[in-house]
């Protein structure tokens, strides 16, 4: 059974070694994850190559999303790593390196002097920590208070919720991630905190200055982000719900229908979805989910996203394989259900891509109808892939093409299965081929019946305006 829905593994110590992560593959896993906010560029390189040699071992087109860190604000090193801040004690933020103590932290921001104001909420730790500035000499020391206390540990993340911090989004160690990631050809790219449109735009510079066809991957995270949400997924080619910070910037409470938000326009606008944080997190030491997890991972999927996120339940956790195999269950229980399939949404008139998107549109819509098993369709570019998707047809999806970083790009992308084809003869000689293909492979079966789409002449491979509908014999 192939899931619709895909599955985002998070690479780590506990799922780089080959024999783990060729299991976690086979139990459902889509795209890999490299994190850039932990590991060596030794560690991303191991993983890569072992991902790409599976890819041939078992010929399959598992993609690459090279996740880059952003602005993230942490605090430094802590005295024996765990110190107890106590409620109603104040406390000096500096940006002079030290190790931290009750009386004294370090934060790795050098603008948060000046970037932040008396009364400006300091959140540590995903939110577990919270201190409320008293005063700052806008230089390198920030006097707080603490609210809500706790045992801190080294290197925890901050966030802040109230300031407009200064920090460019794609940081110096971004660029040399970056780097790393375009040199050895990533899929996908997530930008991490965005902020503007303004922050996809000058990374797809960056990308198409080195000629590379990575594709860029929003991470929303910030609420300015939110404000600007449309014209960020409209420029983006996918955008991740990354839950965690999120829901530290923004009160929790909105989180849920931001979600649901953020999963619609998605969808209307043709570009992939990734729900992401602790969607299965108590199996980091745990055998099995709670019952909350599993229903979170369940809505996601009833939501109509394009894929679900592991990170530390596949990175670190005591079972990256069981996680999967689970996490494939609950996604295919879902999908048994008719509820999420069907959102179409007709094309606009007066557009370039009209009569590409009146072909997708329509396929799916005679799909429904005539209840075809598959809708099939050869391209170079992606794009009548990404526009299938987006209508959730609960016909199979094959793709046919001969652009092999467009296959392993697909596998993010709802409902689509790739497979690699270069036989460009006459149009009804390559759908008869394509569908001996899929028979002899047990995609379709004698007397299903099934929608071919097209570009005519076929050898121009021009945009989709061919409809086809026909029983595989």
Request: charged share 25%; aromatic share 6%; net charge neutral.
């Amino acid at each position: 059974m192939i899931n619709k829905t895909k599955i985002v593994a998070t690479m780590g110590p506990a799922s780089t070694p080959p024999d783990i992560l060729e299991a976690m593959i086979i139990a459902g896993v889509n795209i890999c994850r490299i994190n850039f906010s932990h590991g060596s560029y030794e560690d991303a390189k191991s993983a890569i190559t072992t991902i790409r040699n599976i890819n041939k071992k078992l010929q399959m087109h598992v993609g690459i999303l090279a996740d880059l860190q952003g602005p993230k604000l942490r605090i430094g090193e802590v005295l024996n790593n765990a110190i107890n801040l106590l409620v109603d004690k104040e406390i000096i933020i500096t940006t002079n390196k030290c190790i931290g103590d009750e009386t004294r932290i370090y934060i790795t921001y050098p603008q948060f002097p000046k970037d932040v104001a008396v009364g400006d909420n300091v959140l540590i730790d995903d939110g577990k920590i919270l201190l409320k500035v008293l005063s700052t000499n806008r230089t390198d020391e920030v006097r707080a208070k603490v609210i809500y206390g706790g045992t801190l540990s080294s290197k925890k993340g901050v966030n802040l919720p109230n300031t407009k911090i200064s920090l460019p989004c794609l940081t110096e160690k971004d660029l040399q991630d970056l780097d790393f990631a375009l040199e050895n050809e990533v899929e996908w790219i997530g930008l991490s905190f965005v902020r503007s449109v303004t922050d996809i735009v000058d990374l797809k510079e960056i990308i198409k200055k080195r000629n590379k066809r990575a594709r860029v991957i929003a991470k929303i995270e910030k609420p300015e982000a939110i404000g600007e949400i449309d014209n960020i997924i409209d420029m983006s080619d996918g955008i991740m719900v990354a839950r965690g910070d999120l829901g530290v910037e923004l009160p929790m409470e909105q989180v849920p229908m931001i979600q649901k938000m953020l999963v619609n326009k998605c969808i209307n606008a043709s570009k992939p979805v990734i729900i992401a944080t602790q969607m299965m997190e108590s199996m980091i030491s745990n055998f099995s989910p709670t019952r909350a997890e599993v229903n979170d991972v369940a809505n996601a999927v009833m939501d109509g996203a394009d894929a679900v996120m592991l990170s530390g339940e596949t990175s670190v956790g005591k079972y990256p394989v069981k996680v999967i195999e689970n996490m494939k269950k609950i996604v295919a229980e879902v999908e048994n259900l008719g509820a999420i399939y069907y959102r179409e949404h007709p094309p606009v008139l007066k557009t370039q891509t009209f009569i590409s998107d009146s072909i997708c549109f329509n396929a799916c819509l005679v799909a429904k109808q005539a209840g075809a098993s598959a809708i099939v369709s050869m391209t170079n570019s992606g794009y009548t892939a990404f526009k299938i998707s987006s209508h959730r047809p609960k016909a199979n999806i094959y793709i046919f093409t001969d652009n092999e970083s467009l296959l392993t790009s697909l596998s993010l992308v709802w409902g689509v299965k790739g497979f690699y084809y270069n036989r460009y003869e006459s149009t009804d000689q390559t759908i008869s081929d394509i569908k001996d293909l899929l028979k002899a492979g047990g995609y379709v079966k004698t007397d299903e019946l099934v929608i071919n789409i097209a570009s005519i002449p076929m050898h121009e491979r021009g945009r989709t305006n061919m409809l086809k509908l026909s029983y595989i014999s």
